[in-house]
């Protein structure tokens, strides 16, 4: 471990600052199955947006909302490009993914859900890395609606299934501002422990 004081006090200034309904939180840096996670989804729309107009980012932009609400989404598509600028986004995203961490998770299923939802992002996902689950959030006026939650089951939840339960399992699903764009869980949840 590196004891030198300028080292820690760089750690620290590389904390995530975002401002949430006027209030300044601050949030630890990710760990290794939420970086896993974020950079498996960045890397999808990356890949699937080559070339194209939208255009994914990863965590470490900014977007900036209103006046009291400035976040560092884990992941986002913007399909304006009107809205980005050299230090941020400006304007609600057209996607945005937030990726769970003990210490977030409250701010992401409510506070910032409903600022994302009030300011114009069309879809929200809430990622769970440690269950493996993902919430699909679609907007309905200026509030999301749950779409649908989709779950990566082990080896050993599948034997106890029936065939029919796991003929209902799903393992792929459609993002709303792409039909042609297959997303898998597997791809998803790929290297996470």
């Known amino acids: 471990m590196n004891t030198n004081l300028a080292y820690k006090d ?6 995530r600052e975002e401002l949430i309904n006027g209030e300044v939180v601050m949030s630890p840096r ?21 070339g194209r ?7 470490g ?6 006046e009291n609400n400035q976040f560092v989404p884990d992941v986002m598509v913007v ?14 995203p057209d996607l945005v993914v937030e990726v769970l961490s003990p210490s977030t998770a409250r ?13 114009g992002v069309l879809e929200y996902w809430i990622v769970d890395p440690s269950g493996k689950s993902l919430e699909v959030y679609r907007a309905n006026g200026t509030e999301f609606i749950l779409h649908d939650v989709y779950a990566l089951h082990e080896g050993w939840e599948l034997a106890r299934m029936t065939e029919d339960e796991r003929a209902a399992v799903v393992t792929h699903f459609k993002c709303s501002l792409f039909e042609d764009l297959d ?3 597997e791809d998803i949840f790929y290297r996470t422990f």
Not at 30 to 50: K, Q
Not at 53 to 59: L, S, Y
Not at 61 to 66: F, N, P, Q, R
Not at 107 to 119: I, L, M
Request: hydrophobic content about 25%; proline content about 4%; aromatic content about 12%.
């Open 10 to 15: 760089d750690a620290w200034e590389k904390r």
């Open 30 to 50: 990710p760990s290794v199955n939420h970086s896993r996670v974020s950079g498996n989804i960045y890397r999808l729309f990356s890949n699937y947006l080559n």
């Open 53 to 59: 107009r939208c255009e994914p980012f990863g965590d």
């Open 61 to 66: 932009v900014d977007v900036y909302l209103d």
């Open 79 to 92: 399909c304006d490009t009107e809205k980005i600028k050299p230090d941020g986004v400006y304007g609600a």
């Open 107 to 119: 701010n992401d299923k409510t506070c910032k859900k409903n600022v994302y939802a009030r300011c």
């Open 183 to 185: 997303i898998s869980l």
